[in-house]
């Protein structure tokens, strides 16, 4: 067969050539563009490799046809310096793109003219650099799309004139910076076919959000959290139909959510916790059918969660905790929320027990139900959420700790499992038995069973558990000896077994916990965690992560004896030491002054005896220091911050002298007449420590028992306890 001419050759050939032509540019890059790009960026140290002659060759520039830079594009090159100190940047005239984000840029924009030159400019990008000052008077360039300021150092107000000339402004941007003043309301009246992102987050704004939002018709996304805005959402945010995120946290916004919401069908996020709104949630908030996102926690709102709300199948979290919602939540139907990942309902006023339709969200990873008043017993069923790796049903009315926990142990990913205060009808301690072989728990890191009034002694079955890095059993009746094994935990540094029945002595092997020893002995603690943890302390909640939590062994307010063992100055990691309120007796240590980290030293109301040793003084770090109610001797070390803590925290050491006490030391010669008479008239005195504590026991047997006849004294009794714990312990109740 012949064979056939190949008549696409030449059309190859032709379009190659073609192909060629057009890449050739007729001339090279502009040699005024070429100056200006080099007197702007050739910074000392820069790191750009610029050595062609073409500066349309050099990385990050692009030029147009004619040879014109049209695009720089620099971000994170490590750029430095000052970079309006002349006028050079402004020569590039046909500038369409610029971003210099994520350097460490100084210099300012409302002194250089730089927006007036740069008319062609559509893309401007200047975050996260160091760029300070105030903004011009006007955006001079009607060609501007998107503008980026955000995490500079700006600061004022931004002119009602900014946006004259915006027309085609679509995405605005100046958030982490200081601007105060008020949002501008002209920004929508002024770019209102376009603008789609408006994020004003992290300033100083005040004032309320004027109207005009609804005359934005394509806005898409509404930010503004961390200002100090106040008053009520304007009326016509809901016309703003294409919304798809109303972003408005940490303000002081009041008033209710308005039923209008439901207009804005495309909402994916509503996150408007930590303001003051109040009022009762939208009854047809189901209509909402793309809510991803609904974060309305720490507000005022009333009411009960309407029934509407499980139609929002799209959502994936819910929060809506430290509000004073009620009703009984069992009655609502979860199971149509296939999407959700964390529920968050705390601290409201939810009745009923724990509701099963929940354990059909196989996607839940995080729940906390705490601070309700929800009872009953946790069922097997729960072990059905394979993702679950938080539940925090702390300050709840629970049963059956010993089964809740064998069938907790079925949710192996679970890391952070909170029951304070939930269990009240004085159960054993889960014991071995039955548990001794079990495979649970083994991602465990933080377990609270504090104020659960377990009895019994401290199970071997917590000394598998080879994750665990907190461990609160404060305010149980837990008995026995401290275990010497849970000195092998490897990752443990955070150890409460305060107000327990405890005895025996400090066994020295809680000083070798590798993690309270050296950082090298463990991982780096994994911080991450699907909600944070609310810790009470002083009627305050505060928000933790596994990395602020401090470094503690607390044993106070239990009958702990003997001395303390010398291994205690391994602990080169301890925050925070409490030993009061037990019978340990000998000096102090010398090796306690090896705990250069230690911040907090509570020796108070024991037996121990001799000198406070001068070492101290190399606790740099101490904060809080209290050796009251011992048997003391001597002078207290002179020359040290031990002066700088008040007298309250050496007294009831008769023998004890020195500043900041005001009985001085006398000196060594002086005649032993005048020792013994001080002696005899500190002996003589009425030793109104002890009687205090006898008159406490007595009126506190009688408070005790004498409210729990009336229900209504006893809840207000339990109450009171509680701000009282949080009070007067140095103790965080976490939720």
Same mark, same amino acid.
């Given at each position: 067969?012949?064979?056939?001419?190949?008549?696409?050759?030449?059309?190859?050939?032709?379009?190659? #050539?073609?192909?060629?032509?057009?890449?050739?540019?007729?001339?090279?890059?502009?040699?005024?563009?070429?100056?200006?790009?080099?007197?702007?960026?050739?910074?000392?140290?820069?790191?750009?490799?610029?050595?062609?002659?073409?500066?349309?060759?050099?990385?990050?520039?692009?030029? !147009?046809?004619?040879?014109?830079?049209?695009?720089?594009?620099?971000?994170?090159?490590?750029?430095?310096?000052?970079?309006?100190?002349?006028?050079?940047?402004?020569?590039?005239?046909?500038?369409?793109?610029?971003?210099?984000?994520?350097?460490?840029?100084?210099?300012?924009?409302?002194?250089?003219?730089?927006?007036?030159?740069?008319?062609?400019?559509?893309?401007?990008?200047?975050?996260?650099?160091?760029?300070?000052?105030?903004?011009?008077?006007?955006?001079?360039?009607?060609?501007?799309?998107?503008?980026?300021?955000?995490?500079?150092?700006?600061?004022? $107000?931004?002119?009602?004139?900014?946006?004259?000339?915006?027309?085609?402004?679509?995405?605005?941007?100046?958030?982490?910076?200081?601007?105060?003043?008020?949002?501008?309301?002209?920004?929508?009246?002024?770019?209102?076919?376009?603008?789609?992102?408006?994020? #004003?987050?992290?300033?100083?704004?005040?004032?309320?959000?004027?109207?005009?939002?609804?005359?934005?018709?394509?806005?898409?996304?509404?930010? $503004?959290?961390?200002?100090?805005?106040?008053?009520?959402?304007?009326?016509?945010?809901?016309?703003?139909?294409?919304?798809?995120?109303?972003?408005?946290?940490?303000?002081?916004?009041?008033?209710?959510?308005?039923?209008?919401? @439901?207009?804005?069908?495309?909402? %994916?996020?509503?996150?408007?916790?930590?303001?003051?709104?109040?009022?009762?949630?939208?009854?047809?908030?189901?209509? +909402?059918?793309? =809510?991803?996102?609904?974060?309305?926690?720490?507000?005022?709102?009333?009411?009960?969660?309407?029934?509407s709300l499980m139609n929002c199948t799209s959502i994936v979290e819910l929060h809506l905790g430290s509000n004073h919602l009620e009703g009984n939540i069992s009655t609502l139907n979860f199971s149509k929320l296939g999407q959700l990942t964390k529920l968050d309902l705390w601290m409201n006023y939810f009745t009923g027990i724990l509701p099963l339709s929940l354990y059909s969200c196989k996607s839940l990873k995080a729940i906390r139900l705490s601070r309700n008043d929800l009872q009953g017993q946790i069922q097997p069923a729960i072990r059905s959420l394979k993702l679950l790796s938080f539940l925090s049903l702390s300050y709840t009315r629970?049963?059956?700790?010993?089964?809740?926990?064998?069938?907790?142990?079925?949710?192996?990913?679970?890391? @952070? =499992?909170?029951?304070?205060?939930?269990?009240?009808?004085?159960?054993?301690?889960?014991? !071995?038995?039955?548990?001794?072989?079990?495979?649970?728990?083994?991602?465990?890191?933080?377990?609270?069973?504090?104020?659960?009034?377990?009895?019994?002694?401290?199970?071997?079955?917590?000394?598998?558990?080879?994750?665990?890095?907190? =461990?609160?059993?404060?305010?149980?009746?837990?008995?026995?000896?401290?275990?010497?094994?849970?000195?092998?935990?490897?990752?443990?540094?955070?150890?409460?077994?305060?107000?327990?029945?405890?005895?025996?002595?400090?066994?020295?092997?809680?000083? %070798?916990?590798?993690? +309270?020893?050296? !950082?090298?002995?463990?991982?780096?603690?994994?911080?991450?965690?699907?909600?944070?943890?609310?810790?009470?302390?002083?009627?305050?909640?505060?928000?933790?992560?596994?990395?602020?939590?401090? %470094? @503690?062994?607390?044993?106070?307010?239990?009958?702990?004896?003997?001395?303390?063992?010398?291994?205690?100055?391994?602990?080169?990691?301890?925050?925070?030491?409490?030993?009061?309120?037990?019978?340990?007796?000998?000096?102090?240590?010398?090796?306690?002054?090896?705990?250069?980290?230690?911040? @907090?030293?509570?020796?108070?109301?024991?037996?121990?005896?001799?000198?406070?040793?001068?070492?101290?003084?190399?606790?740099?770090?101490?904060?809080?220091?209290?050796?009251?109610?011992?048997?003391?001797?001597?002078?207290? /070390?002179?020359?040290?911050?031990?002066?700088?803590?008040?007298?309250?925290? #050496?007294?009831?050491? /008769?023998?004890?002298?020195? $500043?900041?006490?005001?009985?001085?030391?006398?000196?060594?010669?002086?005649?032993?007449?005048?020792?013994?008479?001080?002696?005899?008239?500190?002996?003589?005195?009425? !030793?109104?420590?002890?009687?205090?504590?006898?008159?406490?026991?007595?009126?506190?047997?009688?408070?005790? #028992?004498?409210?729990?006849?009336?229900?209504?004294?006893?809840?207000?009794?339990?109450?009171?306890?509680?701000?009282?714990?949080?009070?007067?312990?140095?103790?965080?109740?976490?939720?």
């Amino acid at each position: 067969m012949p064979v056939q001419p190949n008549y696409l050759t030449p059309y190859a050939i032709i379009f190659i #050539f073609f192909i060629s032509s057009v890449d050739c540019r007729s001339t090279a890059c502009n040699k005024l563009d070429q100056d200006s790009l080099w007197s702007s960026f050739n910074m000392p140290s820069s790191p750009l490799n610029w050595s062609s002659d073409d500066c349309c060759q050099w990385e990050g520039i692009t030029c !147009d046809m004619t040879g014109r830079v049209a695009r720089v594009s620099l971000p994170s090159k490590g750029l430095k310096g000052y970079i309006f100190s002349s006028s050079s940047l402004r020569n590039l005239t046909h500038l369409t793109h610029l971003n210099l984000s994520h350097n460490s840029l100084t210099g300012s924009l409302d002194q250089t003219g730089f927006f007036l030159s740069l008319s062609h400019l559509e893309i401007l990008d200047l975050s996260y650099n160091f760029l300070s000052g105030e903004l011009p008077f006007s955006l001079s360039s009607v060609n501007i799309r998107m503008l980026d300021l955000s995490s500079n150092h700006f600061h004022g $107000a931004i002119p009602s004139s900014f946006f004259q000339q915006a027309w085609n402004l679509t995405s605005f941007n100046v958030s982490n910076n200081t601007f105060t003043g008020s949002i501008p309301s002209s920004i929508c009246t002024r770019s209102y076919p376009l603008i789609r992102l408006l994020d #004003f987050s992290f300033n100083k704004f005040n004032g309320s959000i004027s109207g005009g939002i609804g005359e934005c018709s394509k806005l898409e996304v509404l930010r $503004a959290g961390h200002n100090n805005l106040s008053g009520i959402l304007p009326d016509d945010i809901y016309s703003a139909s294409a919304l798809e995120e109303i972003v408005l946290p940490h303000n002081s916004i009041y008033g209710s959510i308005s039923e209008r919401v @439901v207009n804005l069908t495309n909402l %994916r996020i509503l996150d408007l916790y930590y303001n003051e709104l109040s009022g009762a949630l939208p009854t047809s908030i189901g209509k +909402l059918s793309k =809510l991803q996102f609904m974060l309305l926690h720490f507000n005022n709102l009333e009411g009960y969660l309407p029934p509407s709300l499980m139609n929002c199948t799209s959502i994936v979290e819910l929060h809506l905790g430290s509000n004073h919602l009620e009703g009984n939540i069992s009655t609502l139907n979860f199971s149509k929320l296939g999407q959700l990942t964390k529920l968050d309902l705390w601290m409201n006023y939810f009745t009923g027990i724990l509701p099963l339709s929940l354990y059909s969200c196989k996607s839940l990873k995080a729940i906390r139900l705490s601070r309700n008043d929800l009872q009953g017993q946790i069922q097997p069923a729960i072990r059905s959420l394979k993702l679950l790796s938080f539940l925090s049903l702390s300050y709840t009315r629970l049963t059956n700790v010993t089964g809740a926990l064998q069938i907790l142990m079925g949710c192996k990913r679970l890391r @952070v =499992l909170l029951l304070s205060s939930s269990f009240h009808l004085a159960e054993k301690f889960p014991a !071995d038995y039955g548990m001794v072989d079990f495979d649970g728990f083994q991602n465990l890191q933080f377990l609270d069973l504090s104020n659960c009034e377990l009895m019994g002694q401290i199970p071997i079955w917590l000394s598998k558990l080879k994750k665990l890095e907190v =461990l609160e059993l404060s305010f149980n009746r837990i008995t026995g000896s401290i275990p010497s094994w849970l000195g092998n935990l490897p990752r443990l540094f955070f150890l409460d077994l305060g107000s327990n029945l405890l005895s025996g002595e400090f066994p020295k092997e809680i000083c %070798r916990l590798p993690s +309270l020893v050296s !950082d090298q002995s463990t991982d780096q603690v994994d911080d991450y965690l699907e909600l944070p943890i609310y810790g009470s302390k002083n009627a305050i909640f505060l928000q933790y992560t596994l990395s602020y939590f401090p %470094r @503690v062994i607390a044993i106070k307010n239990n009958t702990i004896t003997g001395s303390i063992p010398i291994e205690i100055g391994e602990l080169q990691l301890l925050h925070k030491l409490h030993l009061s309120g037990n019978n340990f007796s000998g000096s102090i240590p010398e090796e306690i002054s090896n705990l250069k980290n230690l911040e @907090v030293l509570d020796l108070s109301m024991n037996h121990f005896s001799g000198t406070i040793p001068q070492s101290l003084a190399a606790l740099n770090f101490l904060k809080s220091f209290n050796a009251s109610y011992n048997d003391f001797e001597g002078q207290i /070390p002179i020359g040290t911050q031990l002066q700088s803590f008040s007298a309250s925290a #050496f007294e009831g050491n /008769p023998k004890l002298c020195g $500043a900041p006490l005001p009985n001085h030391c006398l000196p060594i010669n002086d005649n032993d007449a005048d020792k013994n008479s001080q002696y005899m008239e500190s002996e003589q005195k009425i !030793d109104w420590f002890h009687i205090s504590v006898a008159l406490g026991f007595i009126t506190g047997f009688l408070g005790v #028992f004498g409210p729990l006849y009336n229900q209504a004294w006893r809840y207000a009794y339990f109450n009171f306890l509680d701000n009282l714990w949080n009070r007067l312990y140095d103790h965080s109740l976490y939720c």
